[in-house]
DNA sequence: CTTTAATTTCTGTAAAAACAGAAATAATGA
DNA sequence: TCATTATTTCTGTTTTTACAGAAATTAAAG
C-alpha cells in the first residue's frame, strides 16, 4: 500500500503540489517529489502514475526534472528491469542541493549578463552616469553575495549547524555588532 | 527622456523582466521594477506605460504588487496630482524586503501546514512511522532554518556586511570548524 | 537477432496566467 | 457640488505553461 492512502500523507503531497508552483517547478514535479519524499522503497514511474493519478508522460519529465535538482536519482531494484527512483531524505543536502541549482538557474544568468551591461557600459559615454552606476553596484551585490555563498556552502554540515544554533549570536565576534 | 532609450538600460529591463518570470513575478512586475529602479526620478503610471508598452491596468497591478513586496513606494511630485513611484536603490534594503516577502508567501504557510500535519499524525495510530518521522523532521528543518533567519534579519546593516565580508572564515569561531 | 517491455519525445489539448481595454470608482480642484 | 482627471477593478482575449495520449526510441531478455 502506498502512502499516498494515508490522510496525512496525501494532504502533505497535495501542499507540497500547490507550493511547488511558487517554488518554480509546477505541481506534478513537486507532487512527484513529495510522494518520493514520504515513501520508504524506492518507486518505479508506474507506480508514481497510479499513486498521483498523472499520465505516464508527465511523470517521466517531472523525475528527469527532479533529477536535473539533484534531489531524485535512479536506483534498481533487483528481480526488475524497471527504474525506480528515491528522494533525497537528508534535509542538509536537500536544502543544499535545491539552493545550488535554483542559483545556477535564476541567478547566475543575470550575474553573467550584469557584468557583459558593465563592459558595453564602460564605452558609452553619453549613458547617464546613475544608470551605469547603478546596474554596475547590482552587479558587485550580486556578484558579492554569490561568493559568499560559495564560501559558505562549502563548509562542512556539522559547522554550518552549529552556526545556525548560533543564530544572531555570531554578532558577537563582529566588532560593534552586538546587536 | 527616459532611460529605457538607452540601449544598455533597455537590455536591463528586459532581461529582468524575463528573469523576473523564474523569481515569483511576473514580466511586467519586473519590468516596471527595473525601469523605476534605473530611473533618477519619480514617474507616473503613465510614463510607464509609455515606456514600457504596457496597459495601464496592467502597470497599475504590477506597482500595487511592487508596493506589496516593499521594493517601491509612492511619492508625491509637486505640482502634478498624479501618483509617483520611486524604487528601493539601496541593494540591501531591496533584497532584505524580497527575502522577507517571500518566506511570507513561499515558506511561513508551508511551516503552518507541517505544524498542523504534525498534531493529527500524533493522534493517527495506524501511520507508518517513517511518514510521522519524515514530515516531522521538515518542519523542524524548515522552522530552525527560519528561526535562524529572523535572527540574522535582525542584525544591523553594518555587522551582516562584516559577516558577508568574512565568508568562511566565520568558521574559526567553531570549535573544529576549521574548513 | 528478434521480440517485448520500458522510457522518452513529440504533438495536440486543456488549464492557468498574463494582459489589454472598458467600465466603475475615487480623488482633486473649480 | 459638479466636472474633470486619475486610479482601480472587472471582463474577455491572448499567451504561456502544464499535461495527456500517441508515436518513436531505447534497452533488455530470450
Known amino acids: 500500500m502506498g502512502v499516498e492512502k494515508y490522510p496525512e500523507a496525501l494532504e502533505f503531497i497535495l501542499h507540497w503540489g500547490e ?6 517547478a509546477n505541481r506534478s514535479v513537486a507532487q512527484v517529489h513529495a510522494l518520493l519524499f514520504l515513501s520508504d522503497k524506492p518507486l518505479d514511474a508506474e507506480a ?3 499513486a498521483l493519478d498523472l499520465a ?3 511523470v517521466s519529465n517531472a523525475l528527469k526534472d ?6 531524485v536519482r535512479r536506483t534498481h531494484v533487483s528481480g526488475d528491469r524497471r ?4 528522494a533525497e531524505t537528508e534535509l542538509w543536502d536537500l536544502f543544499m542541493a535545491i539552493t545550488a541549482e ?5 541567478i547566475d544568468p543575470t550575474i553573467a549578463k550584469l557584468g557583459e551591461l558593465k ?3 564602460a564605452a558609452n559615454k553619453d549613458l547617464p552616469a546613475h544608470v ?9 551585490f550580486m556578484s558579492t553575495l554569490t561568493t559568499w555563498y560559495e564560501q559558505v556552502r562549502g563548509l562542512k554540515k556539522s559547522t554550518l549547524v552549529s552556526l545556525m544554533k548560533m543564530g544572531a549570536k555570531v554578532a558577537r565576534f563582529i566588532p560593534g555588532g552586538k546587536d
Chains 1, 2 share one sequence.
Open 83 to 86: 527504474d525506480h527512483f528515491v
Open 119 to 121: 563592459q558595453r557600459m
Open 48 to 50: 508514481i502514475c497510479e
Open 102 to 106: 535554483r542559483k545556477r538557474r535564476e
Open 132 to 140: 551605469r552606476d547603478r546596474i554596475g553596484r547590482m552587479h558587485e
Open 56 to 58: 505516464r508522460s508527465n
Open 66 to 71: 527532479l533529477q536535473g535538482y539533484g534531489i
Open 19 to 24: 507550493m511547488g508552483t511558487h517554488w518554480g
